[in-house]
């Protein structure tokens, strides 16, 4: 009989996210520094086989949602085999990708099942999108999201906003959601990691953000999952809708039901958890996985991996302990 993945706190997880690399065709300056990036060698990164047979025990355990995250999972050389047999598997199936090389994988993500795709764009300008992912791919980008949305996938745009940076283009990226039904924005609250030189001043808060958008918009809240990390919007007469996850300012830890996988195999409760379980050594020593996926479980903390509130004094010294984003997959 199937034993869920229960915390403390009566949470039942069943969204695995899986990192498949700790590489990528950009450069966001959010997620990785600029410098001293250290990649993970090949072979401390979990095989195909190992990254299907650990999605199966977690599909033994009650895991019913799957997402493919990074780094960018479409560098990855085997991400077309690892997609389809994971797609086989009894849980649905997603990607979070940059869009980049998405042309290159549509036969897959359709065999794989994959409906929908979380696509990060933060600038609709080339020279902003340019000096925030360093490279010069924003036509590429937009071409891409077009494509998906043209071979019927449901897309999700994934904005990080970040004060003086990119947040006088948060109307324009609500403009887009009007359009299609397939399309949604998210706004993703500027969150602290090693290396991405957050500051509190950085963040456009959750308020602030709906305060900009109902200067030039009218829009009503939709209804909502208890799971959702997102509080969704739609812009009266708007097709697709909008909305904002409120990390740090609207935390949403209590209906939390997400699992990390690291791309070198280790176990993560919380994006903000520094302590990991090494799943892939246990299962190439054949050791007890489930046993170790439980137990980490039960030390899951309520909310921020035990960090408490993030605030400008303690963010640094705290969240520099933790990995990169893109060494964690987002
Ligand atoms: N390369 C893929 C992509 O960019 O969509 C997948 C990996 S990326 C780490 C996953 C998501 O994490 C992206 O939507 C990205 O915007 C988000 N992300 C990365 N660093 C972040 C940060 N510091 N604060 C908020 N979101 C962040
Ligand atoms: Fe790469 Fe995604 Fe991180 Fe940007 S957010 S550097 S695209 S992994």
Same mark, same amino acid.
């Given at each position: 009989?199937?034993?869920?993945?229960?915390? @403390?706190?009566?949470?039942?997880?069943?969204?695995?996210?899986?990192?498949?690399?700790?590489?990528?065709?950009?450069?966001?300056?959010?997620?990785?520094?600029?410098?001293?990036?250290?990649?993970?060698?090949?072979?401390?990164?979990?095989?195909?086989?190992?990254?299907?047979?650990?999605? @199966?025990?977690? +599909?033994?355990?009650?895991?019913?949602? =799957? @997402? #493919?995250?990074?780094?960018?999972?479409?560098?990855?050389?085997?991400?077309?085999?690892?997609?389809?047999?994971?797609?086989?598997? $009894?849980?649905?199936?997603?990607?979070?990708?940059?869009?980049?090389?998405? $042309?290159?994988?549509?036969?897959?993500?359709?065999?794989?099942?994959? &409906?929908?795709?979380?696509?990060?764009? $933060?600038?609709?300008?080339?020279?902003?999108?340019?000096?925030?992912?360093?490279?010069?791919?924003?036509?590429?980008?937009?071409?891409?999201? $077009?494509?998906?949305?043209?071979?019927?996938? +449901?897309?999700?745009?994934?904005?990080? +906003?970040?004060?003086? =940076?990119?947040?006088?283009?948060?109307?324009?990226?609500?403009?887009?959601?009007?359009?299609?039904?397939?399309?949604? +924005?998210?706004?993703?609250?500027?969150?602290?990691?090693? /290396?991405?030189?957050?500051?509190?001043?950085?963040?456009?808060?959750?308020?602030?953000?709906?305060?900009?958008?109902?200067?030039?918009?009218?829009?009503? @809240?939709?209804?909502?999952?208890?799971?959702?990390?997102?509080?969704?919007?739609?812009?009266?007469?708007? &097709?697709?809708?909008?909305?904002? =996850?409120?990390?740090?300012?609207?935390?949403?830890?209590?209906?939390?039901?997400?699992?990390?996988?690291?791309?070198?195999? &280790? #176990?993560?409760?919380?994006?903000?958890?520094?302590?990991?379980?090494?799943?892939?050594?246990?299962?190439?020593?054949?050791?007890?996985?489930?046993?170790?996926?439980?137990?980490?479980?039960? &030390?899951?903390?309520?909310?921020?991996?035990?960090? /408490?509130?993030?605030?400008?004094?303690?963010?640094?010294?705290?969240?520099?302990?933790?990995?990169?984003?893109?060494?964690?997959?987002?």
């Amino acid at each position: 009989m199937t034993t869920p993945i229960l915390d @403390r706190f009566g949470r039942k997880h069943s969204y695995l996210r899986i990192s498949l690399t700790d590489k990528c065709n950009l450069r966001c300056t959010y997620c990785m520094p600029q410098e001293n990036m250290l990649f993970m060698p090949n072979k401390h990164l979990m095989q195909a086989d190992e990254i299907v047979e650990l999605a @199966r025990i977690f +599909v033994g355990l009650g895991v019913d949602k =799957i @997402r #493919l995250t990074g780094g960018e999972p479409l560098v990855r050389q085997d991400f077309s085999s690892i997609a389809e047999r994971l797609g086989a598997l $009894d849980s649905a199936l997603t990607l979070t990708t940059n869009a980049i090389y998405v $042309d290159q994988y549509l036969p897959t993500l359709k065999k794989a099942g994959i &409906k929908s795709l979380n696509v990060s764009l $933060d600038s609709l300008h080339a020279s902003r999108f340019k000096a925030i992912t360093r490279r010069d791919q924003l036509q590429k980008t937009l071409d891409h999201i $077009d494509l998906l949305l043209e071979e019927g996938f +449901v897309v999700k745009i994934n904005m990080v +906003v970040m004060k003086g =940076i990119n947040d006088m283009e948060v109307n324009e990226f609500v403009g887009m959601s009007l359009l299609n039904e397939r399309l949604h +924005v998210r706004f993703i609250e500027f969150m602290p990691f090693n /290396g991405n030189e957050w500051d509190m001043s950085k963040i456009v808060s959750y308020n602030e953000l709906l305060a900009g958008i109902s200067d030039q918009y009218r829009f009503s @809240r939709l209804p909502g999952d208890r799971h959702d990390t997102a509080h969704q919007f739609q812009v009266e007469g708007g &097709k697709g809708s909008f909305g904002i =996850i409120g990390t740090v300012t609207h935390p949403f830890c209590s209906g939390c039901n997400r699992i990390r996988l690291t791309a070198d195999g &280790k #176990l993560k409760n919380c994006l903000f958890d520094t302590s990991e379980v090494d799943l892939l050594t246990a299962l190439r020593n054949g050791s007890d996985v489930q046993g170790l996926i439980h137990d980490h479980f039960d &030390k899951k903390h309520f909310a921020h991996g035990g960090h /408490g509130q993030f605030t400008a004094e303690n963010a640094k010294e705290t969240y520099e302990a933790n990995r990169t984003m893109i060494a964690i997959g987002g």
